[in-house]
């Protein structure tokens, strides 16, 4: 079992930047790919950016490829989301998620969630 706890979230100007942080409980973080995921008002769920156990390999969205980060530190079972150059349309509510699938994009393989952190991008 692995709980999740976003934090980091707030309301920034567009151009600007925020970083999230996702705490994770209990001793086998290292053994699960943590990903991020969005969920902007009256939409789907979708996928930001995954990373690997070790964090040596990661895959982002395309539409933040360039502009976000993710990395994670196993030692503070803490996985991370640098978000620069923020856009409008990033305003969503922003979501960790842990699961022991390699290389997965999709939500319904994802085991574990947090309970979401605000992102909002103001004009």
């Known amino acids: 079992q692995v709980q999740l706890v976003e934090s980091g979230g707030g309301l920034v100007q567009a151009g600007g930047s925020l970083r999230l942080s996702c705490a994770a409980s209990g001793r086998t973080f290292g053994n699960y790919v943590m990903g991020w995921f969005r969920q902007a008002p009256g939409k789907g769920r979708e996928f930001v950016a995954s990373?690997?156990?070790?964090?040596?390999?990661?895959n982002s969205a395309d539409s933040v490829k360039g502009r976000f980060t993710i990395s994670r530190d196993n030692a503070k079972n803490t996985v991370y989301l640098q978000m620069n150059s923020l856009k409008p349309e990033d305003t969503a509510v922003y979501y960790c998620?842990?699961?022991?699938?390699?290389?997965?994009?999709?939500?319904?393989?994802?085991?574990?969630w947090g309970q979401g952190t605000q992102v909002t991008v103001s004009s």
């Open positions: 990373i690997s156990r070790s964090g040596a390999f990661a």
């Open positions: 998620a842990a699961t022991t699938t390699t290389g997965s994009r999709r939500d319904g393989e994802y085991n574990y």
